[in-house]
């Protein structure tokens, strides 16, 4: 976002987003409602290692069966305060607006990370439509303006980039270690970086049985 954009938006009083990747391996998530909107939330958490509580009276066969193999934790109960306690990221997907303002508001007050699906005004974050290619992910935002049309981005990057780029990207990785293990000069070692970071690269790599070129790395 340029500076006339940004003084543009906080003048229209829009937030200005902070986008990030979050790590949260490991990390205790709090999920109220377990209906097949939660049901993508978890999907989402479990991608990230998350160890995810679940809170809900009631839920849907896929989340019952999680719940069965061990791989997430569910109370079969309405909402409590107290199931914020030791949480770093927490969610409201009940499908009742009362009981997801509830919990965004317990939240707050806690200093926690809340999303109150379907409701932008009581979200610290908005879970973005996500391009998935390995460690390559793509992250689209709307702000919470057109979920949908953050979807038809989605498919249309989706198709941009292909599944090879998983391959690419992690021959990218282990290319980046073995320069940055060499002694080189910066300016070198930058150009490197971004010439087997070009699409000619990346063609290359297709051709070529998914390895980079053959030489790349030589000085």
């Known amino acids: 976002m340029t500076a006339t954009n940004w003084r543009s938006s906080c003048e229209q009083g829009e937030a ?15 999920v109220v ?13 479990l991608m990230a290692e998350a160890r995810i509580h679940v809170v809900a009276p009631r839920a849907t066969a896929s989340v019952r069966r999680l719940a069965t193999d061990g791989r997430i934790l569910w109370a079969p109960r309405s ?8 949480v770093s990221l927490a969610i409201a997907a009940t499908g009742c607006s009362t009981v997801n303002r509830s919990v965004y508001e317990e939240a707050r007050t806690r ?34 303006n057109s979920p949908a049309l953050g979807q038809r981005l989605r498919r249309e990057l989706e198709e941009q980039f292909s599944p090879e780029y998983e391959g690419w990207v992690r021959s990218l990785g282990e290319a980046r270690s073995s320069l940055f293990a060499r002694t080189l000069p910066p300016h070198q ?14 063609q ?8 980079l070129p053959g030489g790349a790395l030589s000085s």
């Open 16 to 30: 200005v987003l902070f986008p990030l990747f979050l790590k949260l391996a490991d990390r205790r998530c709090l």
């Open 33 to 45: 409602g377990a209906g097949t909107v939660a049901e993508l939330k978890i999907e989402s958490l």
């Open 79 to 86: 909402f409590e305060p107290m199931d914020l306690h030791g």
């Open 111 to 144: 200093g926690i990370f809340c999303n109150s699906v379907d409701d932008p005004e009581h979200c610290d974050f908005y879970c973005s439509a996500v391009v998935r290619r390995g460690p390559l992910q793509i992250a689209i935002s709307t702000g919470g």
């Open 189 to 202: 070692r930058r150009n490197w970086l971004h010439t087997i970071a070009s699409d000619w690269s990346f």
């Open 204 to 211: 290359k790599f297709r051709r070529r049985g998914r390895r």
